[in-house]
């Protein structure tokens, strides 16, 4: 199934210097990477325009967004009494020098990493480079051109990178849902492609989640909050042939059924939302799984006491913190003959060993739905597939949160839209 738009496949890039944005976007400490997944999902694009003889390969990537970052670590400094070093704290975490040594380390070929983003030496070491030679330019949010909301303003930013390309190559599914100065606005310049990454992500969420999911379709949705999952909750009912819904947000959904909930997390000023929502899915035949016991306890601790009660028997004192036994049987019963199963969100406080067992269940089920199409889509989802130790016995993990959840939302993705037709 292939994609509406351009890939790198479509594209002659023999001779060519090509701007490509990648999402570099990932956990340093103390100049260390914690997790080098979004470096190694480029690999695969960087390499192909290396062995079809790229001139030169410019990388642009955000880490993080140095300015607010920066500010709310003063506060917090200061707050403790403690003094803080702007320099030092950027220079160690939002600075792409360790990513540079990384990805060099990973291509086995030298990465030289730019000093800024823009600059006459800048485009004078593009313009000398050949060979394959690959460039990456220092953090794109060290300008405030690059997630400016005035048009005009990253139009200008834009115009000095599309300096460094004949052709642009968009592989930043994660930063897809935002116009910005690298991600969309220099599309307009160029002939602007897909890298593989972006291709894989768009077939997956947009092909099979979104247009055309095989059937039957069941979709898990968890997290704390129906507010911030309400959208794609009611996108996924015009789909879906199950829902199931975990997490603190299930209980809303079960004190709107007039359920007893004790000290579970609830959204008071979501009960009526909760409850159309229940009645939606009657309306379209979509069978709406929410859980029949819950692990509970006081408080959130890996050492608090802790029991399995039916949904309707949370003491007053006490908090559902994850699916119980029978609950685990139920979505395991839900999810058995499904053809396409997507998955954003724990069903459980599963960060604490004591309330992850619902959660690594549901990684495990989904690792052995050998025939289904398996959709993570990504966030905490993706952290629960790696602890499980079953990521790659998914059909695809999304490379971006908030990116796929626009996706399957039905909006339409700025750094894609811009990308050539086929």
């Known amino acids: 199934m292939s994609i509406s738009k351009k890939t790198i496949k479509d594209i002659d890039v023999s001779g060519k210097r090509v701007l490509m944005r990648v999402d570099f976007n990932v956990p340093i400490k103390n100049g260390v990477i914690q997790d080098d997944t979004r470096i190694k999902a480029a690999l695969p694009s960087i390499q192909y325009l290396l062995d079809n003889g790229a001139k030169s390969i410019v990388l642009m990537s955000h880490l993080g967004d140095p300015k607010k970052d920066s500010k709310k670590n003063k506060e917090k400094a200061e707050k403790s009494g403690k003094e803080f070093d702007e320099a030092s704290y950027i220079d160690g975490h939002h600075r792409l020098a360790p990513i540079g040594s990384h990805l060099s380390g990973l291509l086995k070929k030298p990465v030289e990493v730019t000093k800024s983003c823009i600059g006459e030496e800048i485009a004078q070491l593009v313009n000398n480079s050949s060979n394959g030679a690959i460039i990456l330019l220092e953090n794109t949010r060290f300008h405030k051109e690059e997630t400016s909301k005035e048009a005009s303003e990253r139009e200008t930013l834009a115009k000095e990178l599309i300096k460094y390309g004949e052709v642009y190559v968009n592989d930043a599914f994660g930063t897809a849902h935002r116009a910005h100065a690298s991600t969309e606005t ?225 909006k339409v993705l700025p750094g894609v839209a811009a990308l050539n037709d086929k």
Request: hydrophobic share 45%; with cysteine; glycine share 10%.
């Open 186 to 410: 220099v599309a307009k310049y160029l002939p602007a492609v897909a890298g593989f990454l972006m291709e894989k992500e768009l077939e997956f969420l947009e092909e099979k989640i979104v247009k055309s999911p095989a059937k039957p379709f069941v979709a898990i949705v968890g997290g704390a909050k129906v507010s911030s999952k309400i959208t794609v909750i009611e996108k996924l009912l015009e789909k879906v042939d199950r829902i199931i819904i975990g997490g603190g947000m299930a209980f809303t959904f079960l004190k709107s059924m007039g359920k007893e909930i004790g000290g579970s997390l609830c959204e008071d000023d979501q009960l009526d939302v909760a409850k159309t929502t229940l009645e939606k899915a009657k309306e379209k035949n979509v069978e709406f799984i929410l859980q029949t016991d819950a692990i509970v306890a006081s408080e959130f601790s890996n050492d608090a006491e802790t029991k399995t009660v039916d949904i309707d028997s949370i003491p007053s004192n006490m908090m559902g913190l994850d699916i119980g036994p029978k609950s685990i049987e139920l979505f395991k019963k839900a999810l058995s003959d499904a053809k396409t199963i997507f998955w954003n969100g724990p069903v459980g406080v599963f960060e604490l060993e004591k309330f992850s067992r619902g959660t690594i269940e549901i990684a495990n089920t989904l690792a052995g739905a050998s025939g289904a199409i398996t959709v993570i889509g990504g966030g905490d989802s993706v952290s629960a597939v790696n602890k499980a130790g079953v990521a790659d016995k998914m059909s695809h993990i999304s490379t971006g949160g908030g990116a796929s959840m626009e996706l399957v939302e039905g």
